[in-house]
């Protein structure tokens, strides 16, 4: 047996439970669960640190409003088949300390899926050819109307695979085609740009500072590229996807016609149904690690740096989680030391996988066969079970000092 002369340290560090349980509530449900399965071996009550995670979708504004101390505002947009709605963002108002400039800077984050994101358009049939990213940009302009020098945008979870476009539109970009004319919004327009106007874009917009927040790294085009890799996610048929497929190539030789400009195969752009295709070499964006960003900003090394065990997780476990999102971010600030384990909603990954991916296991919160309604009702008491069979794990075998 091993003494537990002290309290074990645990790091409860998710993503949200996608259309189920917030990050912090899957948090809190981890810490309720190790406490519990503690107190039940007669361990001391185990010192738990929440830590909340995002990799750039949803609930990373939420992550950074807290993180960053940023006011969160509102203003009036278009969901991504253009009805109305209010979308939510963040300012820091007094202005924030930035290392790259090296002065204070009014920073700005906005989060897409608060205009376009999949849920506010769940009521009507998936519509992946005319959808649009228009009402990010609406949010983008509220956030420069209210002085921001820097913005932040956390792309995940958008509905419109449009490549940015509509985004750009708000902000007074055109994409004619070979005969002047506009093209239609959404990811299925027909034709090729032959150039994108950008000379309307006002210079607060290209003037300041843009960092996009992704939250996988698949290039524009290819077989992990925004058509092949999310167009079935978005709604896109096999049809519709060798209509966007066409539609994102017609896109990426207009932003090749750009001088110097070919950013088809960057790690990210692919992102977002092919956003940040247009915003790197129009608006100077940076393309960044959704879940790298969130881990540094909540200070998540400093608080693995002596934990004993780490929880995190997300609704699904695959391989799409070893590609920038929050999983592999908590495993890259884990010391070797601390023992990392997934909590899941289903978990598609062998146990070679998740062990060459640095984790010693992946648990699925299902108890048996149960439909997807019915773990989305009652996750949060799923995810505090699965974190007490966790500790009951981890604990076995350790004994309290006397």
Partial sequence: MTPLSRPLKIVLAPDSLKGSLPAAEAALAMSAGVRAAAARLGHPAPVTVLAPLADGGEGTLDALLAAWGAEPRSAPCHDALGRERRGRYGISVAGAADPVVGTTVVRGVLEAAEANGLPFVAD????????????????????????????????????????????????????????????PPGGGAPGSPASIDVPRLPPRATGGRWRIAADVDNPLRGTRGAAAGFGPQKGATPADGAVRAAALAYLAGGVRASPGVDRVQVPGAGAAGGTPAVLVPFLGAEIVPGSTLVADAVGLAAALADADLVLTGEGSFDSQSLGGKVVQAVVENAPGSCAVVAIAGRVQLTAAEVQDAGLAAAFSIAPGPVTLDELILDAAALVEDAAAQVYGVFGAGRTVRG
Avoid: M, N
Avoid at 135 to 157: P, Q, T
Avoid at 169 to 179: K, Q
């Fill in 124 to 183: 009507l049939p998936l519509q992946p050819l005319t959808a649009t990213s228009h009402g990010v940009g609406e949010l983008a302009v509220a956030l420069l109307d209210d002085g921001a020098e820097e913005i932040l945008l956390c792309i995940g979870g958008a509905a419109p695979p449009d490549g940015g476009t509509g985004l750009l539109s708000a902000l007074g970009a055109r994409f004619p085609d070979a005969g002047g004319r506009g093209l």
